[in-house]
């Protein structure tokens, strides 16, 4: 939604709301740039204090503003917009009362020299104040109090006993200590009981009041119910730590109650679940449907395990914690036995399982996001093995995947650097004579397959397949290079080869490009395209299957590069089957590199070297 419309509904509810001496399209103007500023979080709070500023301090002002920007801003932006509006308000507030102080102090000077005046003066002040007045003695018994008191703590006419006994006997407390510390004004939150036994949040402010001599004479108390905006306060806090859609705590809140528990040295087990499949539910049946299944998620986790604290951290992520350190295989199966009860939405029955990650801990002293990370991890590990699977967290596992990440996570910055290059492996004929060269990428110890594995996992290897190929086809000579499944399937593929070629003016029959077999069919219409241009295509990681062959046969395919074979008899027993099939075909076959002498028993055409 457009920032205009917002500050416009805006404008009118605070016009409502509140009078103040400016026109509704000047309103409207300094909304705008407010409303731009909220979105973006740009100090919050110092829109609530304009707000005040501007006299929008109606009953309903503050409330209103809060439901225009609802689903605009975040609860987080709205609390710190709040919590400025009532920083100001108070400060208002306090400079009044120290005018009405002044105002009252000095009407009790004025009647040693105008008693008949300074009397209507104090009355009017006292009788028209908007906030809630009271004159204690100095042992805090009450000597007088306006209507205004009278209706915050909920009398309609004034009392007898203006206070509840409790309250009166604190205030009067109050009183005494300020007397004997000397100090003359004293300000704090106080929650005060009303008639009818409910409760208000006032700011209260207790002064003295000196007589010409510098002695105190009467205590005055200044009383405003802060109570509604209290109440909002709390519940954008609420909503900021809790998940709108389940009611369940998000991950600040449940990070918090983590830390509680773990400081407490009993031991504790974290289950992190992962809803299996809820993208087929969702763009089957719908977001909405979607939704449904992780409210019911939540209500039947909070059924199955009343006794530990649940609470939803991502889109389809829960977590557990669970007091002990239970078994988890009958925790899982107890879960899992819980969510397989299908629910009912539009006529499907849907049912879903989760997999999940679990990580027994105890002792003081343990980082929560630590533990949160290592259950997440499990949770990964898990997954790795299919849907509804679940595992316990295992050390020596964890620092490998560990390694192993950080080691991805620093591939971009690599590949900046120029630290990862280009190493050239000679490919023979099996007469003995060289055929072209094979250009592999390598970073420190990791060779071409380790070194493509992660950039696919990082979404990197289409860009360091364009630097292979430019880097290999820049020597203008024949040169082999294996691209990775996803430069493989890339439609764009065809147009960087022409890119490239003609760049480094090399002919397209120098160039033999291997597609991995195990993306195909997806890439087949790139083997057609490119063999038109005169590439000479193949396939690596080539195993035999039947994708493969089918592949093979139906397509201009040049060669095949040999995938590394299992050590296993039958496996290599095919391999050897293999070979002549594709030689029979037309395909030139290469393997390698291993033992020559046991590749050429294959009969394989070409040999790569290393």
Request: overall charge negative; proline content about 4%.
């Amino acid at each position: 939604m457009a920032t205009e419309p917002l500050a416009r509904r805006w404008a009118a509810e605070l016009i409502e709301s509140a009078y103040s001496p400016m026109s509704r399209r000047t309103l409207t103007q300094h909304l705008e740039e407010h409303a731009a500023r909220l979105r973006a979080g740009d100090d919050p709070a110092e829109v609530g204090e304009w707000l005040v500023r501007k006299r929008f301090t109606g009953p309903e002002s503050l409330s209103r503003t809060v439901g225009v920007l609802s689903g605009e801003v975040s609860p987080a932006v709205l609390g710190e917009l709040a919590a400025g509006y009532v920083r100001a308000t108070r400060d208002e507030l306090f400079a009044q009362q120290e005018k009405v102080k002044n105002a009252l102090l000095k009407a009790v000077e004025d009647a040693r020299r105008d008693l008949h005046d300074s009397e209507a003066r104090f009355a009017q002040v006292f009788a028209s104040a908007a906030v809630g007045i009271a004159i204690f003695d100095l042992h805090g018994a009450v000597v007088e109090a306006n209507d205004a008191l009278a209706a915050i703590l909920g009398h309609e006419e004034m009392p007898k006993e203006l206070f509840a006994d409790a309250d009166a006997v604190a205030l009067a407390a109050a009183c005494e200590r300020m007397v004997e510390s000397s100090v003359d004004i004293d300000r704090r939150e106080w929650e005060l009981e009303r008639r009818n036994g409910d409760t208000v949040w006032a700011n209260v402010v207790l002064s003295v009041l000196r007589g010409s001599d510098g002695l105190p004479k009467f205590h005055v108390a200044l009383v405003e119910d802060v109570t509604e905006q209290r109440m909002l306060q709390e519940w954008l806090r609420h909503q900021s730590l809790t998940d709108l859609l389940t009611g369940l705590p998000n991950r600040a809140s449940f990070t918090d109650k983590l830390e509680s528990a773990l400081a407490t040295g009993d031991p504790h087990t974290l289950a992190y679940l992962d809803v299996d499949s809820l993208t087929i539910v969702n763009d089957g049946l719908g977001y909405v449907a979607g939704d449904a299944v992780l409210v019911e998620v939540a209500r039947r986790l909070r059924f199955v395990l009343p006794d530990a604290v649940v609470a939803r951290v991502g889109g389809d992520e829960f977590v557990v914690l669970v007091h002990g350190s239970p078994d988890v295989a009958a925790l899982a199966a107890m879960i899992d036995e819980e969510l397989s009860e299908p629910v009912y939405l539009e006529g499907a029955g849907v049912a879903v399982s989760t997999s999940i990650g679990f990580v027994h801990v105890s002792g003081p002293g343990v980082d929560p996001t630590a533990v949160l990370r290592r259950a997440h991890s499990t949770l990964r590990r898990a997954e790795t093995g299919g849907k509804r699977q679940w595992a316990l967290y295992d050390h020596e596992a964890d620092t490998a995947r560990r390694a192993r990440f950080a080691r991805i996570a620093a591939m971009p910055g690599a590949f900046e650097n120029g630290e990862i290059s280009v190493e050239l492996t000679p490919v023979s004929w099996v007469s003995g004579g060289l055929a072209f060269v094979e250009a592999s990428l390598r970073w420190g110890a990791a060779r071409h397959e380790e070194v493509v594995a992660h950039a696919d996992a990082l979404g990197l290897a289409g860009r360091l397949g364009l630097m292979l190929l430019r880097e290999a086809c820049s020597r203008g000579e024949p040169v082999l290079v294996r691209l990775s499944g996803d430069l493989s399937r890339d439609p764009d593929l065809a147009a960087h080869v022409r890119s490239v070629l003609r760049a480094c003016a090399l002919p397209a029959s120098s160039l033999f490009l291997a597609l991995d077999v195990r993306v195909l069919p997806d890439g087949e219409d790139n083997l057609e395209v490119l063999h038109d241009m005169g590439v000479r295509v193949l396939l690596h990681e080539f195993g035999g299957g039947f994708g493969g062959l089918s592949t093979v046969d139906r397509s201009p395919v040049w060669g095949v590069r040999l995938a590394q074979p299992p050590p296993e008899r039958l496996a290599r027993q095919g391999l050897a089957l293999l070979v002549p099939l594709l030689r029979s075909a037309g395909v030139h076959v290469i393997g390698g590199p291993g033992d020559r002498d046991e590749l050429l028993a294959l009969g394989v055409d070409l040999v790569v070297s290393r």
